[in-house]
């Protein structure tokens, strides 16, 4: 009998929210988590001031309520602690045990991609070298910064003994994570997956570094509700967010027989690589349709059968014209019929905890009926020329939903997910 992977577990932190609720309230109501940073506002750097200073966050988050212990804190990096809350959620929403048994634990694992990890943590304990000497270097500032901790800390809550990685993909990060975790489930290494993806890499370090290459948008820090606008003309750069997504994957016989609540099947992975740029996207996204037919291969699906795809969307340029090049060249005539929408419009882009986040939105989208919107949408790009679901939710029923991931080095995860 073949293998099937469903989803039984989902949960998400995002700048809308720390809940999955939360954050879905915000989505399907068009709000936007993006906010000023005073720090960022206020402080200079070598007497020059950041050239941006938003960022979407997630409000509210104190860690001591998703970890086992309080003391737990202090030896996890931000990147950890959201993954953490994303996974709480997930696994609580699965009805598993709080802890498997070791026999069960040896046919479950954990995946979770990372883009830059523990970036903060890194400055911060090299402030520390310099200025207070080795002495004062925490004995936790390598298990707090390396990006397999998300999973490795996740996989000793849970005793979760099988696979154990972290994917470091930049961007496609989380979107591999939940892909290669569907892939052992469907090879027969495990029977149940905790997976998704987690960064939280916002620092005046890494606005820099992203400023300088001109990839951030530079012209939102007096409305930063409105910077985040992908597939819209005026566009210009992306909004750095945070957050973690997290989905448990089981095997359906296995989520069957102990009667859990299957809310989607994963059907179609697809990766590849545009072999073109560090930065750029291939032209017309060619490297973004081989994975795009990859899934729908996996998944024995015709182009006609997606209902909505939930956009890599970055809100820069190059991306967002690459993107609907590669959906118009692989659905063809429907293209034109297909609901698209980017809901970085409303967290800003997650990085390597993109793909986490948004395959859980998929998800949430296929189950509850509800397409969220791209905000921002005011002035229609003539390159960007598909239904990206303009500003307001969409109440529509469809039967497979795509989430497309993309990043630096070109990258590329697309996942498929399907209503049982």
């Known amino acids: 009998m073949s293998r099937r992977v469903v989803v039984t577990g989902l949960g998400m932190s995002t700048p809308l929210g720390v809940t999955t609720e939360a954050s879905w309230s915000g989505l399907v109501n068009g709000r936007s988590g993006i906010r000023v940073v005073e720090d960022w506002k206020k402080n200079d750097f070598g007497g020059q001031p950041l050239p941006v200073h938003i960022a979407g966050m997630v409000p509210d988050f104190n860690p001591e309520e998703w970890v086992e212990q309080k003391k737990d804190v202090r030896r996890m990096e931000r990147f950890i602690l959201l993954a953490q809350a994303a996974a709480k959620q997930a696994w609580d929403s699965s009805g598993l045990p709080a802890q498997l048994s070791d026999e069960e634990g040896d046919r479950a694992g954990c995946i979770v991609g990372v883009g830059l990890g523990g970036l903060g943590g890194i400055i911060d304990a090299w402030e520390n070298l310099r200025h207070k000497g080795p002495r004062r270097v925490s004995a936790f ?9 998300a999973p490795g800390n996740l996989s000793i809550r849970y005793n979760l003994r099988g696979a154990n990685w972290a994917p470091a993909s930049a961007c496609t990060s989380g979107a591999h994570g939940i892909g290669e975790a569907a892939m052992h489930i469907l090879t027969g290494r495990a029977d149940l ?12 370090l890494a606005v820099a570094g992203f400023a300088i290459m001109h990839a951030l948008c530079a012209t939102g820090n007096d409305a930063p509700e409105k910077a985040s606008r992908p597939f819209e003309k005026n566009r210009n750069g992306f909004v ?16 069957k027989k102990r009667g859990a609540t299957i809310y989607a099947e994963l059907v179609g992975y697809g990766s590849s690589a545009d072999a073109n740029h560090i930065t750029a996207p291939s032209e017309g996204g060619e490297g973004a349709q081989r994975a795009f037919k990859e899934a729908l291969r996996m998944a024995k699906l015709d182009p006609s059968a997606v209902g909505y795809i939930n956009a890599h969307g970055t809100s820069t340029p190059f991306n ?12 063809g005539d429907h293209a034109r019929k297909l609901a ?15 793909g986490g986040v948004e395959g859980v939105i998929s998800v949430l989208a296929l189950h509850r009926g509800v397409l969220p919107p791209t905000i921002n949408y005011d002035e229609p790009d003539p390159a960007c020329d598909l239904d990206y679901v303009p500003n307001v ?6 039967d497979v939903v795509q989430s497309n991931s993309f990043g630096f080095g070109g990258t590329n995860g697309v996942l498929l997910f399907r209503r049982v």
């Open 141 to 149: 500032f390598i298990p707090a910064i390396v990006s397999n901790l």
């Open 340 to 354: 698209v929408s980017s809901t970085k419009s409303m967290t800003g882009h997650l990085l390597g905890g993109a």
């Open 393 to 398: 939710a969409r109440e529509v029923k469809v």
């Open 320 to 331: 967002d014209k690459s993107e609907t090049d590669a959906i118009k060249a692989v659905f």
């Open 193 to 204: 997956m905790l997976c998704g993806g987690a960064e939280a890499c916002c620092d005046p």
């Open 240 to 255: 750095m967010g945070e957050g973690a997504g997290m989905l448990v994957l089981e095997e359906y016989e296995h989520a």
